[in-house]
């Protein structure tokens, strides 16, 4: 069964320093997203990505935060000049066509910042 | 504004005992509610959702508008049900809909 894989699974970087974290969505699937959570927090929605144009944002997703599907199967958010509480788990996910509420998730990337 | 409430950091029953994971939810529209469970070292994935009115696992739920409430029901929990359920909710029908979690409910099936 097709599903979303995420590298690394884990990234540890300094403060300040860019971050480019990947995911591979199903490959029928249109629409893509970026969640976070934050240890011992919920699962915050960050964006969504629909077309090569993003579709939703959250408030989290500020400047520092970009989204690119560089080519026909990956999708990476990419933190400019990660702080310290940019710690967390990040998920990505995909939804098909037929059902683009439904999500299917990524194992997720930990990223610790220090 | 989309919220999802679970009141229950985490459930402890017994095997065979009967679960029930709360959920409400405040939205002003029509939502579409789902529930998505992690096992451990598990992704999230979809358990149900409503509008399919199954029962995955054994497990069930029904929206009910009027109390705003989507809670997640099993008759007899069984020890692999032991995992972190997530109550979610997704505002209209547009493309890209955010998902809105709740804080999730750790379930403890006890033998």
């Known amino acids: 069964e097709p599903e979303v894989t995420q590298t690394p699974s884990h990234q540890v970087t300094q403060m300040g320093q860019e971050v480019i974290l990947r995911c591979v969505p199903i490959s029928n699937h249109l629409y893509f997203y970026w969640y976070r959570q934050i240890l011992g927090q919920k699962v915050e929605f960050l964006v969504s990505?629909?077309?090569?144009?993003?579709?939703?944002k959250s408030e989290i997703f500020d400047d520092q935060f970009s989204v690119e599907r560089p080519d026909g199967s990956n999708f990476t958010l990419k933190i400019r000049s990660t702080k310290l509480e940019d710690s967390a788990m990040y998920f990505c996910?995909?939804?098909?066509?037929?059902?683009?509420?439904?999500?299917?998730f990524g194992p997720g990337t930990r990223l610790t910042v220090l | 504004a989309q919220r999802v409430t679970q009141p229950e950091k985490l459930l402890s029953v017994f095997k065979g005992a009967p679960v029930e994971l709360k959920c409400n939810y405040s939205y002003s529209g029509s939502p579409e509610l789902f529930w998505y469970v992690q096992y451990s070292r598990q992704r999230l994935q979809l358990l149900l959702r409503?509008?399919s009115r199954e029962s995955i696992k054994g497990f069930t739920a029904d929206l009910n508008k009027g109390e705003t409430s989507f809670h997640l029901k099993k008759p007899f929990a069984q020890e692999e049900d032991s995992a972190m359920y997530y109550c979610a909710l997704s505002g209209g029908t547009g493309y890209g809909n955010k998902l809105v979690f709740g804080a999730g409910t750790i379930l403890r099936v006890k033998s």
């Open positions: 996910a995909s939804s098909p066509p037929i059902a683009h509420n439904e999500r299917f």
């Open positions: 990505f629909y077309n090569n144009e993003i579709s939703e």
């Open positions: 409503h509008i």
